[in-house]
């Protein structure tokens, strides 16, 4: 199907897909929140999806619990496990 789509594309030597883009352009020029996405989208990629992470009830992770994470077993202090 891509290969299809870029051939048939390629075959008037992108006049349609020219014709498209000026399109595309004239939508977000005039506030048209999808196509500036699109065109964002297309230029410098989708954004990343953030991820946000938290301790009990929404509040902060304890440190502790961050480096009992992060720590390999022969980092830890001697005496824990």
């Known amino acids: 199907m891509y290969d299809a789509l870029r051939y048939a594309i390629a075959q ?3 006049k349609h897909l020219k014709m498209a883009m000026k399109r595309v352009a004239e939508l977000a020029a005039d506030g048209d929140k999808w196509a500036c996405e699109f065109i964002r989208d297309t230029l410098d ?5 953030l991820t946000e992470l ?7 992770i304890p ?8 720590r390999s077993p022969q980092d830890k ?5």
């Open 45 to 49: 990629g989708r954004p990343k999806q």
């Open 54 to 60: 938290s301790g009990p009830d929404g509040g902060d």
């Open 12 to 14: 008037d030597d992108y």
């Open 77 to 81: 202090p001697a005496g824990e496990a």
């Open 63 to 70: 440190l502790k619990g961050i480096l009992e994470f992060v």
